[in-house]
């Protein structure tokens, strides 16, 4: 009897060694996830540059070069952050109401530093008629 308890003992010990091995690779493993945020920042820039990638084209309608705008503007309305602004180029200024839905249009976003923050968030967007619609 006195040999059965301890057994009972030594597997209860290794049981619950087995459990804080196990609890401290999770918080370990936890702490590693939080610690990397490099993709974090990375999915948060593709979904800031995504509201504005999808109208970047040669062939775009007025239709979208206005939503584009409107886009830009609640951007640069909704943010505090000045690195978050983008900035639109548009022969004689810009306003939607400049655009025509019944004209064609090549948006551009530049690569690199002229379009792009160090951080890789676009800052500019290049709006220019085509001739031929």
Known sequence: MENASKALIIAGAILLSILI???GIF???QAKGA????SIDQMQVDAFNGKFDQ???TKIRGAQVKAL???VNTNNNTTDDEGKHVEIQYQGGLTAAK???GKTYTVEIPEG???HTSAGLIRLIKI???SNT
């Open 35 to 38: 610690v990397n945020t490099d």
């Open 55 to 57: 109208y970047a084209g």
């Open 99 to 101: 655009i025509s839905t």
């Open 21 to 23: 091995i196990s609890l």
């Open 27 to 29: 918080i370990f493993q």
């Open 69 to 71: 705008i409107n886009a």
């Open 113 to 115: 530093k002229d379009g």
């Open 128 to 130: 220019t008629e085509n």
